[in-house]
């Protein structure tokens, strides 16, 4: 099998001056975790290595960069699927941690359970022996900024929630595994506690070597209402394309709820897509040495690998 990753930077709007950077991120995200699957790594150690490379990116909301919630905090979810026995590790509402991905995978690999939350992630992180992140650390003066405009008697929150930064890959390795992960800070000024879609299996991703992997972003509560990632699965399984079950998929969460995302999508052939609702989705994807990405719908550019990485684009 030929590898694939495809990874995603976030559906929503996203500002000019952010553009480059989202851009920037994903490609290099795509590169990180291509460079593991070319080596002959596993697929889920490729999109570990993608999603913690877009936690360490200001540029996302997850990890260093997440939006505030309501005491401006930031509190993440993130999850990770092996699609090669369904197991899947996942955690919410956690604080402190500069990898919640990496987390999410420790739960999945040194726990009987499947997602550990807020107080009992953080004993779990230390026990575990992840350093503590302060707080603080985390918090960029652009995630400050918009907490604060948010608290405004005038603020538009819809305005600012359009801006959403989720990140995810999903890839199938040479051995014809598939994994995916998701990570996040949610919703701008949301109510303490809330966990959304990503910590969910089945809505923030989904991954079964059966037929395919898949990561979400977009709006948590819709893509919970119409468990996103599992429904894209059980259109792949009907016979659709990635291209056809995503968009059938996501037109069905529009109709069905009003609400607005993107997925990534790889079948267990080796097909892949990006597709998404909201105006700009940022994303790439390396399959045979080609590296693809965009951020607009119908924006595709395509270079080399090695012309990718000659240009600094930091790989591996
Ligand atoms: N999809 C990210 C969130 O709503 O939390």
Known sequence: MKPVIVVHGGAGRIFKEREQGSRDGVVRAALRGYGI?????????????????????????????????????????????DGKNLDSGAVSAVKCIANPIKLARLVMEKTKHMLLTDHGAHL????????????????TERSRERWKKNLEADSNPEEFQKDLGTVGAVAIDSEGNVACATSTGGLSNKLVGRVGDTACIGSGGYADNHSGATSTTGH???????????????????????EMAADTAL????????????????????EWAARFSTKQMSWATVKDDQLHYGIYAGERHTK???????SGSGGF
């Open 37 to 81: 699957l070319k080596q002959g790594g596993s697929a889920l150690d490729a999109v570990e290595e993608a999603v913690r490379s877009m936690e360490d990116d200001p540029h996302f909301n997850a990890g260093c960069g997440s939006v505030l919630n309501e005491k401006g905090e930031v509190e993440m979810d993130a999850i990770i699927m």
């Open 220 to 242: 948590g509560e819709s893509i919970m209402k119409v468990v996103l990632a599992r429904l894209i699965l059980y259109h792949m399984e009907q016979g659709m394309s990635p």
């Open 124 to 139: 779990f992180a230390q026990a575990m022996g992840i350093p503590e992140t302060p707080g603080e650390k985390l918090i």
């Open 251 to 270: 037109d069905y969460m529009k109709a069905r709820v009003g609400g607005l995302g993107g997925v990534i999508v790889v079948n267990n052939s080796g």
């Open 304 to 310: 080399s690998v090695d012309e990718a990485l000659a």
